[in-house]
């Protein structure tokens, strides 16, 4: 430090990095938001099969740049709705050709906050890191009864969790996700038989991402009315699609009312276990499930 203190260009490299703080602020404080506005649409219009609206941008020094009201559709149906998302982008990492952008976003009554890295020569997002914290309310999230059964679906719970992906020609990396307080009524399965009120449930996600797939260590649903686990393989979450593969083993138990009905239901698809809970395999695609029967040697 004594070195650096008394070298010659003490004074100069203090001059440069002063100048470029300043240039920084008075550059980001003066630039036209509405022109940042209309390019971060362009880019993910670009760069995405999403499209996005964006009520208005600011920006503040030094480099956060924050959007209000994001709202991302899917096939023009509206995907996800962003109260307020903040970046700060490293001017740092532009040196190696690459983007570094911590953000937080506000979103479903919830927060999230994490690091997308960008790499600019290849175009492409390589590594994002996150957590949700405050639950998103997924009661708010308009597709969900849709995908469960339709407008009479009542699907609500506090989502948290946290991930940490790597965008490699293999892809790697963790997800694991909670939902608590969680109520599911009116859901259709099986050609549109309603399923029975399962009461209060918590719901926990656990999975890591290898070889292509999403190896799913645990996707439990427990309370007092039911207790269900599924384990196996499914396509990555960001491209499940139709023809996505899923294998997925099934333990389920119940109490007596829900046992009854549910026993009814799927006794023609799952077996019955030495414990006395139903197994059985989850196989095909997304769109085209089949069930098939198994029985587990239980110990």
């Known amino acids: 430090m004594k070195r650096i203190l008394k070298s010659k260009h ?19 404080s003066s630039f036209p938001e509405e022109a940042v506005k209309h390019r971060i649409i362009y880019e993910i219009g670009k760069r995405t099969p999403l499209t996005v609206e964006i009520k208005n941008v600011s920006i503040s020094p ?24 903040s970046g700060s982008p490293s001017l740092l990492y532009l040196i190696i050709n690459k983007l570094k952008v911590p953000f937080e976003a506000n979103l479903y009554g919830g927060e999230a906050e994490g690091t997308l890295f960008f790499d600019l020569k290849n ?27 339709g407008e009479n679906s009542l ?5 948290n969790g946290d991930f940490s992906l790597e965008f490699s020609s293999q892809p790697k990396g963790d997800i694991n996700l909670t939902i608590n ?14 399923l029975p009120d399962f009461g209060k449930m918590q719901s926990s996600f656990k999975s890591h991402i290898e070889k292509g797939v999403t190896k799913v260590d645990e996707l439990k649903f427990k309370g007092s009315k039911i207790d269900l ?8 979450l960001w491209q499940i699609t139709k023809h996505g593969t899923i294998d997925l083993s099934v333990s389920l138990k119940a109490d007596r009312d829900v046992g009854r009905t549910i026993t009814g239901l799927l006794s023609a698809f799952l077996a019955t276990q030495r414990d006395g809970s139903l197994g059985g395999k989850i196989i095909g695609t997304i769109s085209r499930p089949e069930i098939v029967k198994q029985v587990v040697n239980n110990r």
């Open 229 to 236: 686990t599924l384990s196996g393989t499914m396509p990555l």
């Open 62 to 85: 030094i480099t956060r740049i924050t959007a209000y009201g994001v709202n991302l559709y899917k096939d023009k149906e509206l995907f996800l709705v962003v109260d307020e998302w």
């Open 123 to 149: 175009n492409k997002i390589t590594k994002a890191e996150g957590k949700i914290e405050n639950g998103i309310d997924i009661g708010k999230i308009s597709a969900i009864p849709e995908v469960l059964g």
């Open 181 to 194: 307080d969680l109520m599911v009524k009116g859901v259709k399965i099986a050609g549109g038989f309603p």
């Open 10 to 28: 003490f004074i100069p490299i203090c001059y440069s990095l002063f100048f470029i703080s300043v240039f920084v602020v008075f550059f980001y």
């Open 155 to 159: 699907v609500q719970g506090v989502l």
